[in-house]
């Protein structure tokens, strides 16, 4: 009893955030509806090249926003934006993944793949910030939360190492999830089996009806529920601050569509990155048990190991390529 009720002081803090940040990151938001409705009346395959720049693009902002964080809160708090982008970006890549199985197992053309990945991003920004507010609330009222969270993160450290190896077979499992999903939702929705362009609902015999990609979408939002509860403990191990958490999600996130199509297109060269995602939730879940007895972690430490790992990553995958890789090229 002694341990736990001397861990009732969170591990959390507000900082002080000018107005100006909050009307910044409104502004950007703004600027992607803008964009991409704009893009949203021709459907069109996305091209590589279209891909990586719009995906240098959002860096360069989320970069820019966080020169703002600095001058405006401080380097700490720029530290810890960072530090939270850089996990979230790292952790999508598994979403991307998924992604694609999405589109592939029910026949996404390409055109539309875009205009479905926007109705994702704009939930995942919705249901991020309710997530991250529950689980500031809950560290906030009880820091031996950090220990549940850091377990969940141990979980997926394990799981993603499986992956790397190879012995963890993440098809299989959505094709498990698949199914019964479909089901469950053709049981309480009503919905057309196939795709009327890019279309959300139809009329079938005088009965509204959702779409094949209403449904698609639905999928999406689901998984990428699935994928917050990994995520945002892990970003909130590094930024326990409301605003610091959220607003490197959405930064995050509204790259995200174009950072689809780039890794669509190079995902089997960076074999390399799956290893260093498992050592970075397995760093950050040995962060979160350990951080309620007292242990804390510079920022500047937790910057080098996700800078050393990720991009230590992309360095071993370029330079060696596993044999099987070889033979397939």
Partial sequence: MNLFSSLNHAPVHDYHVPLFLYLAMLAVLAFYAVIEFRHSKHDHVIKFKEALKWSLIYIFISLA????????????AAGEYLAAWGIEKALSLDNLFIMGLIFTGFKVKPEYQRRMLNYGIAGAIIFRLIFILAGFELLRRFEWVSIIFGLILLRASWKAYKEARGGHDIEEEFETIEGPM????????????????????????GKRMLTMMAAVIIIIEFTDIIFAVD?????????????????????????????????EAVADKFWAINWALSAILGWISFK??????????????????????????????????????????
Avoid: C
Avoid at 65 to 76: A, E
Avoid at 187 to 203: A, E, R, S
């Fill in 65 to 76: 926003f966080s020169v703002l964080i600095f001058f405006l809160i401080g380097k700490q």
């Fill in 182 to 205: 479909i089901r469950l939702m053709n049981k309480v929705l009503p919905i057309y089996p196939k795709f009327v362009g890019h279309k959300l609902t139809t009329k079938i015999d």
């Fill in 231 to 263: 995520s945002v403990p892990a970003v909130l191990a590094v930024s326990p601050d409301r605003f610091i958490a959220y607003s490197s999600n959405v930064f995050a996130l509204l790259g995200l569509r174009a950072l689809f199509f780039v890794y």
């Fill in 288 to 329: 979160m048990i350990t951080g309620p007895f007292g242990l804390e972690i510079p920022i500047i430490i937790n910057l080098g190991v996700l800078f050393v790992l990720f991009f230590g990553s992309i360095i071993i995958s370029i330079k060696w390529q596993p044999k099987h890789k070889k033979a397939k090229a």
